[in-house]
């Protein structure tokens, strides 16, 4: 007996399953009861809701449909052994496939063939790359597929027939694959195992002879399977003893119509309805609801065949009252097939909906950031207006879970937790292996690091995870400190000399790794004086000392040790190698690196994740590195974890058939036209795909039936969110496929209030965020309200002062332990013969400290070298390029020195490379305010400064300032620091200075407008806010009006500006 009890309420279903299982108890209290479903996550939902229902939920097995089926044909067929592998498994047949393919003739019939084959780069035969392993890959699945899915054609392909599913005989491009299905059968046969096909064959012949009694079999929930497999369960089920029971979840009483398919009706008829769907049913069924009729279909073939066998029973649904939302409106219709519409002869007329019952929203909004925010707060405002929500009761599903995982753990968990209002705690369940694990996720990073240039950050950020740097012993400096400690060695990328001319670059081991480590090894036991002493006196063997103070030599042999472990294995990871060595070679990797395994689970999930490349099948086969990869990553994919549903969070999960399961809310997040429906992933030459039949798997129907799985899981309100707007290019873009049917649906059947259509109501677009004006802004654009207590701190010094003074927000977040964050492009390349404004800026100091002699035309060639030796100038003839325009600055400058020296020998003279700016100024006046408050002296500050295209030697003077006014100057900066290590303070030299020159208009003393605009140039491009500020602004700078209008910001500008600018105009400027 097959039993179909079917319902638009998956709670329902749960109910019906409940009652079954309570009233059809096995004799054997020890015998379990059988329950298939489609996925874990439904699992421990259906758990969870029998042990309601029935008080406890204990001897039901929950087992997977296709798991438990393909057991039942492997016992009915019997001729593969218990624990014997499967030759004809997809895991194994590839290894066939790669042994067999390189040994094909050279012939017209295996001629397309052999094209895909030979596709990617030239290698040995017996080779394989990532393209031909995908290729190969590839093959096995649809070969597989043909035997689930098409297994009669499969049998006459066997039998030397190349016919397709309906017995017409193939192209001669298409019959190399009947071909090699024989090839692969005779290299095969002597494991005396058949073609799955086969087994599938001989299991239907089986299941129609044996009528053993079973316990009754209960499939809940499903809803696709290949139709040889309902066939199966057909048979299971034609005898009285063997009772099976689907519980089939159906947005539709009749997905059909009011005229259902029949089993006498041919494929010309079924296409008849569904034209007839499309154009007099209920739009949403027709659009969405094919992988629905399929199982229908399929239904009615098992029934025309069980006759009296075959019961059918339909769920009463509840009636839907006129003050029900708008979801439950459009389920009600959906599920009697209601179309609805206006001016249309035999249809219903739109229902008119009130405000408050619509629990249907689609938002539109700026990129994928922005969907999750609106997100957040809509649900933000669902929980305010119902507290009966909890997070438990949202369910969040994406079609791109590893983009949008970090935006809504973002979004959604503030950092203060369940004291923050806005927090709402998420349990993200499709988790994969190398989110789980750290050391799966080390393997892979040691595979990519293998093909890299070995980049310094990159190697950094390996050698510092936590695994490693434990057992490593590199747990003396932080991050940041490891970092510098790498910069000031002149490490860049490259193990050594070798391994760089083997990117293309010419030889040398300068800037690489081996390089930078000697020079920090040469400088525990040489110091270097240069620039002060001569360069040799630093040097060794050409080689020059690398002199920090960050690292103790402990740290330092640390490093190099972990260093040599970590380049030894990355070369032994470099491919080609048989699979067994790659096997041994990334397990004694994650050995040497990691050490043992303190954590027992992590071992053996990295055992598990190796399994291929311990295939004996695969054993002689040379695989390159990313061919591993891919090999991994198709190992990954298959133990992804699905678990974490039902956890008193909010639930985030994979958008995928048969996951929707009941949730108050759910929300459906990315769905965009890029992403859904999903392409589908199978070859050209597949030929189910070229002649699809009814019940084949189709990946972008499910993905369209996904949306009406979403509506039928939710009970309370129902959140769709797209992104209307590239947030890059400003382009307009459409929602999703299947959400576009929805809002045309809805717009056709439903009005407001006004006779509207009701997606004026459901269709809202978000606004992007925009910057905060100055009208928009209460107060401070950054938390001044807010402080952050820290003991009184002693007096700083000079240095301490002027750096703080450059940027007080860094010194505000250093002062609570929060590390500033990094721009992507802070790190700049030592190698680069066209250096950025800091290199240039480095490099011109360290020239004016080697003096006028030795940058003397007759000693610079000898100087040049020796910086570059010590990596502040590129190799070769690059360090003439990068050196030439910074060598004549210097030297003109210094020029300039020595020329005002002469005139007066008591003079103080402050010289840097760097134009005259704002902070360079700032420098400079403080330093002159630190010296004067000793004793009242002038200050001359010496740079350059560009005139009429040409650059020349600049001095601006600084007056002798009373000691009793400098130290006030002084102690004043001194208070403000104390107070900006509390608090945000508005200032930031460039802007206040802008502020400054807009506000001279010739009523306040000191220097013209002018000459403070060509003191305070604008940049090339738009304003770029120091990286703290966006930091303490979570990210959002506010516009550059609000800052200037802030009364703070003026304050501070008139109070440490003008002084400075009173002081530039008396002293003068000279040329």
């Not at 506000?999 to 120091?1026: I, V």
Request: aromatic share 6%; hydrophobic share 40%.
């Amino acid at each position: 007996m097959l039993r179909l009890i079917s319902s638009n309420s998956i709670e329902d279903l749960a109910t019906a399953l409940a009652s079954e299982l309570n009233c059809h108890k096995p004799a054997n209290p020890l015998t379990p009861q059988r329950v298939l479903i489609s996925t874990n996550a439904m699992s421990r939902w259906l758990a969870l809701a029998l042990s309601e229902r029935i008080g406890i939920c204990a001897g039901i097995e929950f087992d997977f449909a296709g798991r438990h089926l393909r057991q039942l044909i492997l016992e009915l067929d019997g001729r593969l052994p218990a624990g014997h592998r499967d030759p004809w498994d997809p895991s194994q047949l590839r290894w066939q496939l790669a042994q067999l393919i390189p040994a094909l003739p050279q012939t017209e019939l295996w001629e397309p063939l052999q094209q895909l084959w030979h596709q990617g780069p030239q290698q040995q035969d017996n080779g394989l790359d990532t393209q031909r392993l995908q290729l190969i890959l590839q093959l096995s699945d649809t070969l597989d597929q043909y035997g689930l899915y098409r297994p009669q054609m499969v049998r006459r392909w066997l039998n030397g027939e190349s016919v397709d599913g309906s017995h017409a005989p193939l192209a001669a491009h298409q019959q190399w694959q009947p071909a090699l299905l024989r090839e692969l059968a005779q290299r095969l046969e002597p494991s005396g195992i058949p073609h799955p096909a086969e087994r599938l064959l001989h299991a239907l012949e089986q299941s129609r002879q044996r009528s053993d009694p079973h316990e009754p079999l209960h499939v809940f929930g499903l809803s696709s399977l290949p139709p040889a497999l309902w066939k199966l369960l057909a048979q299971r089920a034609s005898s009285r003893d063997s009772p099976v029971l689907l519980y089939q979840l159906s947005p539709s009483l009749d997905p059909w119509g009011s005229l259902p398919p029949s089993h006498h009706e041919e494929g010309d008829a079924l296409d008849r309805l569904e034209r007839r769907l499309l154009h007099q049913g209920h739009p949403l069924l027709a659009s969405l609801g094919r992988t629905q009729r399929d199982f229908h279909w399929q239904l009615e073939l098992i029934a025309a065949d069980l006759q009296e066998q075959f019961e059918r029973q339909q769920r009463p649904a509840p009636l839907c009252p006129e003050e029900a939302g708008l979801l439950q409106q459009l389920k009600a219709d959906l599920l009697v097939g209601r179309p609805r519409g206006e001016g249309l002869p035999g249809i219903e007329p739109p229902l008119k909906l009130q405000r408050n019952q619509l629990n249907l929203e689609v938002l539109a909004c700026h990129g994928d950031r922005r969907q999750v925010e609106a997100a957040h707060e809509a649900l933000l405002r669902l929980m305010a207006g119902d507290p009966s929500i909890e997070p438990r009761h949202i369910l969040v599903m994406t079609p791109d879970v590893a983009r949008f995982t970090p935006l809504v753990l973002a979004v959604f968990e503030r950092p203060g937790r369940s004291s923050d209002p806005r927090h709402l705690p998420v349990r993200v369940t499709d988790r994969t292996l190398r989110q789980r694990n750290p050391r799966v996720d080390l393997v892979f990073r040691l595979l990519a690091l293998a093909s890299s240039r070995l980049s310094r950050d990159d190697v950094l950020d390996v050698l510092l995870l936590p695994e490693l740097a434990e057992h490593l012993e590199l747990g003396g400096l932080t991050q940041p400190q490891w970092r510098e400690l790498l910069d000031q060695a002149g490490i860049c990328w490259g193990r050594d000399g070798d391994h760089r001319q083997s990117w293309g670059y010419p030889a040398g081991d300068a800037f690489s790794w081996r390089w930078g480590l000697d020079r920090l090894l040469l400088g525990l036991e040489l110091s270097d004086g240069f620039p002060e002493q001569e360069a040799a006196s630093g040097e060794w063997g050409g080689l020059a000392a690398c002199n920090q103070s960050l690292a103790t030599a402990n740290d330092v042999l640390a490093l190099h040790d972990a260093c040599s472990r970590l380049f030894e294995q990355l070369q032994a990871l470099s491919g080609p190698l048989p699979a067994e060595r790659w096997n041994e070679q990334i397990g004694s990797a994650i050995q040497q690196l990691s050490g043992g395994d303190d954590e027992g689970w992590q071992a053996p999930e990295v055992y598990e994740l190796l399994t291929p490349l311990r295939d004996p099948e695969a054993s002689g086969l040379a695989l390159d590195r990313a061919a591993v990869v891919r090999l991994l990553e198709e190992a990954e994919a298959q133990q992804q974890g699905r678990y974490g549903h039902v956890s008193g969070a909010v639930s985030l999960s994979a958008l995928e058939p048969m996951r929707s399961i009941p949730h108050r809310v759910v929300v459906l997040l990315g769905m965009d036209e890029q992403r859904l429906p999903r392409r589908d992933q199978r070859p050209g030459y597949d030929l189910m795909l070229q002649r699809p039949w009814r019940g084949d798997r189709d990946r972008r129907q499910e993905d369209r039936a996904i949306l009406l799985e979403a509506l039928q899981a939710c009970s309370d309100h129902w959140i769709a969110t797209y992104n209307a707007i590239d947030p890059r290019s400003g382009e307009e873009r459409n929602p999703a496929a299947p959400l576009s049917d929805l809002l045309r649906c809805l717009e056709r059947s439903y009005r407001t209030e006004a006779g509207e259509p009701i997606t004026t109501w459901v269709l809202q677009q978000q606004p992007p965020l925009p910057p905060l004006t100055a009208r928009e802004v209460v107060g401070a654009p950054w938390p001044m309200d807010q402080r952050w207590p820290v003991d009184e701190c002693e007096p700083a010094s000079l240095e301490e002062l002027q750096q703080w003074l450059r940027d007080p927000a860094r010194a505000l977040l250093q002062a609570h332990g929060i590390h500033p964050h990094r721009r992507g492009d802070e790190s700049s390349d030592p190698e680069e013969s066209a250096p950025d404004g800091l290199q240039r800026w480095t490099l011109g100091q360290r020239l004016l400290n080697l003096g006028s002699e030795r940058l003397e035309a007759n000693q610079w060639p000898q100087q040049r070298d020796a910086l570059a030796r010590r990596g502040h100038l590129p190799p070769g003839p690059a360090a003439i390029v990068a050196s030439d325009q910074p060598w004549q600055r210097c030297h003109a400058l210094l020029a300039k020195q020595a020329e005002l020296q002469d005139a007066d020998g008591e003079a103080v003279v402050l010289m840097s490379n760097s134009r005259f700016k704002p902070k360079r100024l700032l420098d400079g006046w403080l330093e002159h305010l630190w010296a004067n408050a000793e004793r009242p002296q002038q200050t001359l500050l010496l740079g350059p400064m560009e005139q009429k295209g040409e650059e020349r030697a600049a001095v601006w003077t600084l007056p002798a300032v009373e000691a009793q006014q400098a130290k006030a100057w002084i102690d004043d900066w001194q208070q403000w620091r104390q107070e900006a290590l509390q608090r945000p303070i508005a200032w930031i030299p460039e802007l206040n200075w802008q502020l400054l020159s807009q506000q001279q208009d010739g009523s306040l003393p000191g220097l013209s407008a002018q000459q403070l605009k060509e003191l305070n140039p604008p940049g090339r491009n738009d304003y770029e806010w120091p990286s703290a500020w966006l930091q303490l602004l979570g990210g959002e700078a506010p516009s550059i009006a609000s800052w200037l209008e802030h009364p703070e910001a003026e304050q501070l500008s008139l109070r440490w500006l003008l002084p400075l600018s009173e002081a530039l105009a008396a002293g003068g400027r000279q040329l």
